[in-house]
C-alpha cells in the first residue's frame, strides 16, 4: 500500500456537491481507502477561466499503481460530466495526482510530483492542512499572492 495525494477542484454545476461526491467516491476505488480530506476552498481560476473554483485534497492509501489510479481518477471525472474541450476550460471535475508515495515519475501521461503543484495556492493550502510534511512555509509564501478562502 502507498500513501497517494489527489487534488479535487471544480467549477461547473453545483462545484461543492461535485467535490464532496469525489471524495466519497475515492473510497469506492479497488485496493484503497482514504486516510484523511482536507477541508474545502474556494479559489479564483489560474491559467483557466470561468467561475471560481471549489478544492480539496484527499490522502489515500492505495495498491493502485501510478498510472492504473490515474486511470481510475479519469473514470470518476468522465462518470461526473467532466469534458475537455480545451486545455484548462472550466469542468465539473478535476482530479490530480499530486504525489504517489515517494515516486518520480515523467511518462507522456503522467508525471510525480505533480509539476504545477507548487504554483498553485489551492493545492498547496489543503496539502498543508492534512499532510504540513509535504509542503514548505517557503513554497506557500511565493503562492501568497493567489486568492484563496477556506470554507
Known amino acids: 500500500m502507498t500513501v497517494a495525494f489527489v487534488a479535487i ?41 470561468g467561475p471560481d473554483f471549489i478544492n480539496a485534497v484527499v490522502a489515500i492509501d492505495t495498491a493502485l499503481a ?12 468522465l462518470d461526473a460530466g467532466r469534458e475537455r474541450p480545451y486545455r484548462n476550460a472550466p469542468r465539473t471535475l478535476d482530479l490530480d495526482l499530486l504525489l504517489h ?35 514548505a512555509p517557503a513554497t506557500i509564501a511565493q503562492v501568497a499572492d493567489q486568492p484563496i478562502e477556506r470554507l
Request: proline fraction near 9%; charge should be neutral; glycine fraction near 6%.
Open 66 to 77: 501510478p498510472h492504473e489510479l490515474l486511470a481510475e481518477l479519469q473514470r470518476l471525472e
Open 101 to 135: 508515495g515517494d515516486q518520480s515519475l515523467d511518462t507522456p501521461t503522467l508525471t510525480l510530483p505533480h509539476p504545477r503543484m507548487a504554483q498553485r495556492a489551492f493545492v498547496l493550502l489543503p496539502l498543508a492542512e492534512i499532510a504540513p510534511g509535504r509542503v
Open 9 to 49: 477542484g471544480g467549477n461547473l454545476g453545483d462545484a461543492r456537491a461535485t467535490v464532496l461526491r469525489a471524495m466519497d467516491d475515492l473510497a469506492t476505488l479497488p485496493r484503497t481507502r482514504v486516510l484523511t480530506r482536507s477541508s474545502l476552498y474556494r479559489s479564483a481560476p489560474v491559467d483557466a477561466s
